[in-house]
Nanobody, 125 residues
Framework: QVQLVESGGGLVQPGGSLTLSCAAS????????MGWYRQDPGEQRESVAK???????SYADSVKGRFTISRDNAKNTVYLQMNSLKPEDTAVYYC???????????????????WGQGTQVTVSL
């Protein structure tokens, strides 16, 4: 069974920086797209940044120029470097990983999309 473990959230002042990490553990054949989403209470989850298997990146307009997504394929990990943080960046951040793993019965493979457990980012004085 594959699991995602997030880390790196916390409290930071406006203008500060944080780096989020999301590591996938378990038997994994390959990882396709990876991404970060965020959600405020009572709001829909929104895409923040995505990175493809070939490391093409895309960002929400609200974070362009401030956030950088990257991945380390050897570690099955995706990162989100967040700079110049604003109070409106406050949310729970979730990683999302599209991967190929063996089926539980070992009879072939399965494409699965997993979510991390979420990590709180609070930007405040």
């Amino acid at each position: 069974q594959v699991q995602l473990v997030e880390s790196g959230g916390g409290l930071v002042q406006p203008g500060g920086s944080l780096t989020l990490s999301c590591a996938a553990s378990g038997i994994i054949y390959s990882i396709n797209d990876m991404g970060w989403y965020r959600q405020d209470p009572g709001e829909q989850r929104e895409s923040v940044a995505k990175i493809t298997k070939h490391e093409r990146t895309s960002y929400a307009d609200s974070v362009k120029g401030r956030f950088t997504i990257s991945r380390d394929n050897a570690k099955n990990t995706v990162y989100l470097q967040m700079n110049s943080l604003k109070p409106e960046d406050t949310a729970v951040y979730y990683c999302n990983v599209n991967l190929i793993r063996p089926r539980e019965d070992r009879n072939g493979v399965i494409n699965e999309v997993l979510w991390g457990q979420g990590t709180q980012v609070t930007v405040s004085l």
